[in-house]
């Protein structure tokens, strides 16, 4: 059964920091890109950042490009997301990602909230 656990959410002033954690289990973490996505309330979910099996590929929309970095840790079975210069409109709901042969599988968020 493939699980992922998001942690690292929270309350975070305007050009503050978070580390995001996406902790996995039940499928081949190796062998699998995994995602980031974020939602904010009232608007549909978006893609943040991916990155491939190896981690030699990532992308990033581009609101976040120079701000955020994606990583992975496959002896731990981790994705990371570091998130520098947070703005107000980062605030969202953060969701890990991974498609496997059985499917889309999504974690159950942590929340974000960048204000003052």
């Known amino acids: 059964q493939v699980q992922l656990v998001e942690s690292g959410g929270g309350l975070v002033q305007p050009g503050g920091s978070l580390r995001l954690s996406c902790a996995a289990s039940?499928?081949?973490?190796?062998?699998?890109?995994l995602g980031w996505h974020r939602q904010a309330p009232g608007k549909e979910r978006e893609l943040v950042a991916t990155?491939?099996?190896?981690?030699?590929?990532?992308n990033y929309a581009d609101s976040v490009k120079g701000r955020f970095t994606i990583s992975r840790d496959n002896a731990e079975k981790a994705v990371y997301l570091q998130m520098n210069r947070l703005r107000s409109e980062d605030t969202a709901t953060y969701y890990c990602?991974?498609?496997?042969?059985?499917?889309?599988?999504w974690g159950r968020g942590t929340q974000v909230t960048v204000s003052s």
């Open positions: 990602n991974v498609v496997t042969t059985s499917g889309g599988h």
């Open positions: 039940g499928f081949a973490f190796r062998m699998y890109a």
């Open positions: 990155i491939s099996s190896s981690g030699a590929i990532i």
